[in-house]
T-cell receptor, first 111, second 114 residues
Framework: AQSVTQLGSHVSVSEGALVLLRCNYSSSVPPYLFWYVQYPNQGLQLLLKYTSAATLVKGINGFEAEFKKSETSFHLTKPSAHMSDAAEYFCAVTIYQKVTFGTGTKLQVIP | DGGITQSPKYLFRKEGQNVTLSCEQNLNHDAMYWYRQDPGQGLRLIYYSQIVNDFQKGDIAEGYSVSREKKESFPLTVTSAQKNPTAFYLC?????????????FGEGSWLTVV
């Protein structure tokens, strides 16, 4: 069975600091991996996705994520946090047409 | 603009009532989904449909029903059998199944039991 774990339900960073949101997955076959962002009271929108091409994936708004098979991880990073990055972030894994979402990480950006 | 439209944004239900949440998409996507979102629990799949006139139960289908009579429409009915319906509901769609395909979401609907 597939699963996805997001470490830390809340993460706080200072404006301009590195953002690191962690995601680990379990799967017996190569997965498709996604990061979505959700702003308050809105739906989710895609940040980036991994579909077995390059292991370093670049997304919108300066975010990127690296697929590490040996660590079963797909952590999301951004070199410098901006106030507008404050939102909830969801990691998702898709295998055999079944998508599983993580429980989300709320990012707080401190001025 | 292409997208997914959910209505209403806010809905209040009295005990024992059925309510229907509307979802319309103009992306020409084959697959549509309904998710329920509760704080700290992420998204849980209620129902999904891969093609018109066909749908499957997700992880938490009890107390909910759907129909898929048209490609662009996938309404969700929350029945009185759903004992704890207060939540944020998200409709979504994708071209084909979710494997490798981006899932696009609507803006969501808040349902509150009063």
């Amino acid at each position: 069975a597939q699963s996805v774990t997001q470490l830390g339900s809340h993460v706080s960073v200072s404006e301009g600091a590195l953002v690191l949101l962690r995601c680990n997955y379990s799967s017996s076959v190569p997965p498709y991996l996604f990061w979505y962002v959700q702003y308050p009271n809105q739906g989710l929108q895609l940040l980036l996705k991994y579909t077995s091409a390059a292991t370093l994936v670049k997304g919108i708004n300066g975010f990127e994520a690296e697929f590490k098979k040996s660590e079963t991880s797909f952590h999301l990073t951004k070199p410098s946090a901006h106030m507008s990055d404050a939102a909830e972030y969801f990691c998702a894994v898709t295998i055999y047409q079944k998508v599983t979402f993580g429980t989300g990480t709320k990012l707080q950006v401190i001025p | 603009d292409g997208g997914i439209t959910q209505s209403p944004k806010y809905l209040f239900r009295k005990e024992g009532q059925n309510v229907t949440l509307s979802c319309e998409q103009n992306l020409n996507h084959d697959a549509m989904y309904w998710y329920r979102q509760d704080p700290g629990q992420g998204l849980r799949l209620i129902y999904y449909s891969q093609i018109v006139n066909d749908f499957q139960k997700g992880d938490i289908a009890e107390g909910y029903s759907v129909s898929r009579e048209k490609k662009e429409s996938f309404p969700l009915t929350v029945t009185s059998a759903q004992k704890n319906p207060t939540a944020f509901y998200l409709c979504a769609s994708s071209q084909g199944g979710p494997s490798g395909n981006t899932i696009y979401f609507g803006e969501g609907s808040w349902l509150t039991v009063v």
